[in-house]
């Protein structure tokens, strides 16, 4: 928080042009292109880890509800926010501390899933004296955008161990760690445990609050993420999440007219409501 808050204050020009570069290329890609990528469901880090009954409605490639049609503004925002965090840490880390971000990697899923995604960022220790105890070098982050109301959530949640994780944020930071991409360029990566970093979107001013992810709580995501992408397609697992979590999930999933999106909500509210998972 210390090395953002230093770098938004003393912004260096390099960093600052590439995060210019980039958010030009993502402004584009976002606003001109995203209206003609191909819809096709597909497991990614990003979707389809966390619960098992949308694993189950991507393999068996049902319909999408739509995204709102303005959901572009959200995304290039967050786009925004990633880069001038990555070019603030770039500015303010101290000597001794390397980042590299946007690392494309494979995911080692199956068949059927998004075999690459691409990392935030990875903090190296070059200089040892700074965590002398350290036993890895290397630390994988994730930064993701959140409202007033979740930063504040996050700042006081434990993640020692899993807990519901209805956001998929620990499931993400699970699969990258373990990633045969960065555990070959990364020795150790996946022994640390990761950084979950929140941004506010709301007060920006605030900075940044990183979390460390216990390498237990990332093992525990790690197991569920595996066992919700190898579900069958062929057995409804039932209301996954629902069952596990009660109506929390419907805050993340956007059951119940509450906020939130899944592109399948329709369908899990209706089968619900039947209480229907046949195959």
Known sequence: MAAWAKGIQNMQEEPLDEALKEIDIQMRKSFLEENQRDETPIIRPSSGTVCATQSYYIKNGFKREPMPP??????????????ITYAALRSGLPDGVNIDTEISCETGFPEGCNKMGTADLVLTIEDESLLPEMEVKHILGDVKTMTGFGFRGHKSAGYDQLGSDCWGHVSQLSTYSHSPTLMEKYPGIEKAGALLIAANKESPQMGIWPRHVAPRAIAEARERT???????????PGADLFDKYGSEVAFYCG??????????VKRCQEERRKSDYAK
């Not at 303005?70 to 880069?83: L, Q, S």
């Open 226 to 236: 595996l066992k919700n992408i190898h579900v069958s397609k062929d057995e409804h």
């Open 255 to 264: 059951a119940s007219g509450r906020k939130g999106y899944c592109p399948y």
């Open 70 to 83: 303005t959901i572009m503004a959200t995304f290039v925002m967050g786009h925004f926010v990633h880069e």
